[in-house]
């Protein structure tokens, strides 16, 4: 009853719920609040409501929820404090009783959750997610029966939840039924890049329906209908000439964010430049001209102006714009004839590269990034029969660009890019490879997350070819006999807004579009057609088309018959100046959600003609004028989110620039707040890339050096977290503190570092007692910079000029000579060395190498007393990621030795330099101290600043709950007590992933005895890996690391343990 501004409601067990209008808005406020993952703002506007009307049930299960996922210390126990008081009112509150159940979870009480999510299951059988929590409660318990048949029947309940089939594969192994657990990770896969598909977890919006927030009851809103009106206006007339022989493509040539035309023939390149009033006109001279062919347009040097190549019968020739006004020919000429051509980033290291075809083969060119190509079709076995189209595209979901090339002779190659510059050709498309094909293109019509092959055959029948992760499937979608058009050139764009790829199809009589979501055409047109293009001109109206032929130049542009269109242009350039992906965008994937649809688009030119547009991307919002959010993956594989985008703009979304990858970072107690310390495991690193088919060998220890002040302890306990804000797992085998006492004149450094080279880190302590620091040191250019040296003060020299191509690498070396008063005693001589370099991936690893370049560790030389200078150790190392001390045994040098000169290419900053002498110190020996708690939490991600010099910092108070990060598939660590997977190094490993954290208490020891200080040694035992492209295996936690070669009884033990509390699935966003 609605009364006074007052609802009146009653819940099952009849007690009346009273609200007025304001707490419900409120109450959607604060829904709104946790999608945007306003955690905090949320839980105060909930409070607010409950406050109001405190009989309101379903609020304060909403607060709760907002609690929760607040991650404040003790908010798990509030949570469940507000969800005991609505559960004492209404028992069987199924919010409540679900809510309550995954937070027991969370914590680790399994026999709690159990009882929980049974009430649940009875009274809503048909709900997955409490089958699937359900399921995991059980494996977590040890039965592993039960499970499987829970976690199977949330499969059965949502085909769509894609934890539940790795899940209930798990427990299938592990009550001996492999073969079915074989055929539920095959669906696993093939449900893998399907945007409908969810996963389960703790977190929000994948914690399952019941324990989201809930909106005021309200109607349901439907559908809204195509707009009434013609899809197109009456056609413009833009050029009465000739163009019979014309590619047609569309660019932003100047910049002005106005699309242009650029039409271009064998007799030279004509330009129609956009104005604001949506038309265009003939520029009369610009300097590409006289260029002839098919232009692709594309950033080739990722400096923000766009650059072309041009693809005719006489070869293939570059244009790099150097300023708005002047255009340079790139001095790399290629005379094979050229048919079709394609600007992308083959290999996925941030620039675009060239691949051709014509009658003599294709040809490849890498771009170095440096104004020059290497030539590699014949190299890595493309160089193929040649074509007349090529196609760049997805086939698999795999995130990196397969191959088609559309032969002359009906003979078509199809190669699956295995990375690395491996390419395999692809037998489940034998029959595609050998059909008569006019024409081809690509889209993801079903939004299903795998492109589908759209061809045009000599027939004029139009087929597609269907992947659905394990099978293609082909099938004939329109028969000549529905048009008797004889179509020769197709692309797709959605024209009416509804939010499903429409195909324009195009040949010598006219174009159609055609609607493949309806089976139906929405629109032609006879006319003789060379080329037909779509041009967006109006962002929210979407794509004009504009056609080239006989009788000229015409422009359909958009009608009153559409829905709003989102109209976005991605980019790589930011304002870093290190970029991942390439400037213009080109291969970045684009999942738009509205109104409760997926549409699924990429900026690939999808046009089959030669020539290559690079123009906004359209989608249609079927409705809506804002988009929920749009997700974004770029050509390196990272993920974006962005939301609150309009129909009424243009949105140019750039790639953030990120810190996706590096190590663990250790957070410690330092007596009144956790403070950063480091980061740690680096050395450990799984997978990362050497060089093609060569990965760095990981040591899985890690030994961090820490002064007294920095780790104090709480409530007679050290506390240490070791988390992960990036996009990587850690896995944890043992974690150890060594306190060393040692007498004031006494000091203490390890042995440690990352290990390029001789000699072998031992991580072994080294007491010292003289010390010397440098008198003077200058670096490559002569430069003085020796204060900046001696001192541990996070001021190091400059390294010098970056290489803008490759993150963490230098133009040049850096040279720094260190020179001392007195020639250095060799006993015992140690150089100790404070710094944090800029680390690479295992992506742009890949990147120099293909550009001829390496990242080469620094090397040490030292000079005689005759002033020679003598190769002492080659590559040995470097300080191993963010602020640290690394350690060089300085043995075998030459007598009467006053200066060490340390280079190296990679951007390192060097802190401090010195040398010390060790010696040996009796009767001193550290206490080891294991920890005697170990939990396993989701915190969030500690806010990352980067000061001057790449100097990286991270606050753990200030967290975000939610970061645009990925998760490797496979099974993580329970949430809550995991002391047992890290009392001792036994292979038995702690697995975390992104926004998490494992918290370790050791007991703390006695107070130093006065003439004594205290050192802390932290020692990790474990591994890193992240998700990097180049990666091994970065897609997935397995294969499990066994550096310590176990034998089948520690092997076993380490099973037991897995099996027992590695049971929480993960996977992507």
């Known amino acids: ?138 494996l977590q318990a040890g039965a592993h029966v039960e499970a499987s048949q829970w976690l199977l029947q949330a499969v059965r309940l ?77 056609p413009q007339n833009l050029d009465s000439r000739d163009w019979s022989t014309a590619t047609l493509t569309t660019v932003d040539l100047n910049g002005d964010i106005r699309p242009d035309l650029v039409v271009s023939t064998n007799q030279g390149t004509t330009i129609f430049q956009g104005v604001p009033t949506g038309n265009f006109t003939s520029i009369d001279a610009h300097p590409i001209m006289e260029q002839i062919g098919a232009p692709l347009w594309g950033d080739i040097d990722n400096d923000g102006l766009v650059d072309v190549a041009f693809c005719s019968p006489t070869g293939s020739r570059f244009w790099r714009q150097a300023t708005s006004s002047r255009w340079d020919p790139i001095g790399l000429n290629i005379d094979e004839p050229c048919t079709a051509g394609a600007l992308f980033d083959s290999d996925h290291d941030g620039d675009l590269d060239l691949l051709v075809t014509g009658p003599n083969g294709n040809l490849l060119l890498s771009n170095n990034r440096d104004g020059t190509f290497r030539s590699l079709a014949e190299d890595i076995g493309i160089r193929g029969r040649g074509g007349k189209q090529i196609l760049a595209t997805d086939l698999d979901a795999d995130r990196d660009l397969d191959l088609i090339i559309l032969g002359t002779n009906d003979r078509h190659d199809i190669w699956r890019n295995d990375r690395t510059w491996r390419y395999e050709a692809v037998p489940a498309l034998a029959d595609l490879g050998n059909s008569a094909i006019t024409a081809l293109s690509v889209a993801d019509v079903d939004a299903d997350g795998y492109n589908e092959i759209y061809a045009l055959r000599k ?21 000549p006999s529905q048009s008797t058009r004889a179509w020769d050139e197709m692309a797709f764009n959605d024209f009416n807004g509804d939010g499903h790829p429409d195909l324009l199809i195009s040949g010598p009589t006219g174009f159609d579009v055609f609607d493949l979501a309806g089976g139906a055409f929405l629109f032609s047109r006879d006319i003789e057609v060379a080329s037909a293009i779509a041009v967006t001109l109006d962002v929210r109206l979407g794509p004009a088309v504009v056609v080239a032929g006989k009788t000229g130049l015409h422009v359909w542009h958009p009608g009153p018959g559409r829905h709003p269109f989102l109209t976005l242009i991605p980019t790589g350039k930011s304002e870093a100046e290190q970029m991942r992906s390439n400037a213009s965008g080109i291969g970045t994937r684009i999942k738009v959600r509205s109104g409760g649809r997926w549409s699924i688009v990429d900026s690939l030119d999808s046009h089959s003609g030669p020539g290559q547009s690079l123009s906004p991307i359209s989608v249609g919002l079927a409705g809506e004028d804002t988009a929920n959010f749009v997700a974004l993956e770029w050509s390196d594989g990272v993920s974006q989110t962005e939301s609150g985008l309009s129909t009424d703009e243009l949105h140019t979304l750039a790639e953030v620039q990120r810190q996706l990858a590096s190590c663990p970072v250790v957070f410690a107690w330092d007596g009144s707040s956790y403070q950063f310390i480091s980061d740690v495991l680096g050395v450990g690193g799984l997978g990362f890339l050497a060089k093609p088919g060569v990965y760095v060998p990981p040591r899985p220890f890690e030994r961090y050096l820490m002064d007294s002040d920095q780790l104090r302890a709480r409530n007679g306990r050290y506390l240490i977290k070791l988390t992960e804000p990036m996009e990587e797992a850690a896995y944890l085998d043992a974690a150890t503190i060594q306190v ?330």
């Not at 501004?5 to 829904?31: F, H, K, M, R």
């Not at 839980?43 to 607060?63: E, G, I, K, M, Y």
């Not at 085909?159 to 539940?164: E, G, K, M, N, V």
């Not at 087929?463 to 659905?468: A, S």
């Open 158 to 234: 949502d085909p769509y939840l894609r934890s539940a089939y790795w899940a209930a594969a798990q427990a299938l192994r592990r009550t001996e039924r492999a073969d079915a657990a074989s055929r539920l990770i095959e669906d696993y896969q093939r449900f893998e890049p399907n945007p409908a598909a969810k996963l389960a977890g703790f977190s929000y919006k994948r914690m399952g329906p019941k324990a989201e927030a809930t909106a005021t009851p309200a109607p349901p809103k439907s559908s809204p209908q195509v707009p009434i009106g013609a899809l197109f206006t009456e």
């Open 459 to 479: 027939t004029n029948r139009l087929e597609v070819w269907q992947y659905d992760g394990s099978t293609w499937h082909h099938e004939t979608v329109v028969t």
């Open 740 to 1069: 060393y006492d040692l007498p004031d004149d006494w000091s203490l450094a390890l042995d440690e570092r990352m290990g390029a080279g001789d000699p072998v880190v031992t991580g072994r302590a080294i007491t010292y007692r003289r010390s010397t620091l440098p008198s003077r040191v200058t670096n490559q250019q002569g430069d003085d910079v020796t204060s900046l040296v001696s001192y541990r003060d996070t001021h190091a020299p400059d390294p010098g000029a970056i290489d803008r191509r490759f993150v963490g690498l230098l133009a040049e070396n850096q040279v720094l000579t260190v020179e001392f008063e007195e020639p250095i005693d060799t006993t015992g001589a140690v150089l100790l060395a404070d710094g944090w370099l800029e680390y690479g991936y295992s992506q742009t690893v890949f990147a120099a190498w293909q550009a001829g370049k390496r990242y080469q560790a620094p090397s040490l030389e030292a000079k005689d007393r005759s002033g020679n200078w003598h190769p002492l150790l080659q590559e040995f190392g470097h300080p191993a990621g963010m602020p640290k001390q690394m350690a060089i045994p300085l043995t075998n040098l030459p007598l009467g030795t006053n200066a060490i000169r340390l280079s190296s290419n990679m951007e390192i900053y060097w802190d401090r330099l010195q040398i010390v002498w060790e010696e040996s110190l009796e009767g001193v020996s550290p206490k080891t101290i294991q920890p005697i708690t170990a939990r396993i939490a989701k915190i969030g991600f500690p806010k990352r600043t980067t000061g001057a010099q790449r100097l990286p910092h991270y606050d753990y108070k200030d967290r975000s709950p939610y970061w645009d990060t990925k998760f490797q598939a496979g099974f993580y660590t329970s949430l809550g007590e995991a002391t047992e997977l890290i009392e001792k190094v036994d292979g038995a490993l702690a697995i975390i992933g992104g926004g998490e954290e494992i918290h370790l208490e050791f007991p703390a020891v006695a107070p130093v005895q006065p003439g004594h200080r205290r050192y802390f040694v932290l020692d990790f035992r474990g591994y890193a890996k992240d998700m990097d492209l180049y990666t091994q295996h970065g897609e997935t936690i397995r294969p499990m690391p066994n550096g310590n070669k176990l034998d089948p009884q520690s092997l076993a033990r380490r099973n037991r343990l897995h099996e027992r509390y590695n049971v929480r699935f993960q996977a992507g966003l």
């Open 1 to 138: 009853m609605l009364a006074g501004g007052l609802i009146w409601l009653a819940t099952a067990c009849g007690q009346p719920e009273a609200y007025s209008t304001l707490d419900a808005e409120l109450n959607d406020q604060g829904v709104a609040q946790m999608g945007r993952y306003e955690y905090e703002d949320a839980h105060a506007t909930f409070a607010a409501v409950v406050d109001s009307a405190p009989t309101w049930l379903d609020v304060q299960v909403n607060l709760a929820i907002a609690t929760l996922n607040r991650q404040r210390e003790g908010d798990e126990s509030l949570a469940l404090g507000t969800l005991e008081g609505v559960l004492k009112i209404e028992p069987r509150h199924q919010r409540a009783l679900y809510t309550s159940g995954l937070i027991h979870l969370y914590l680790g009480r399994t026999e709690q959750a159990i009882p929980l999510f049974r009430a649940v299951a009875v009274a809503d059988p048909n709900d997955a997610y409490t089958a699937y929590f359900l399921g995991q409660s059980l």
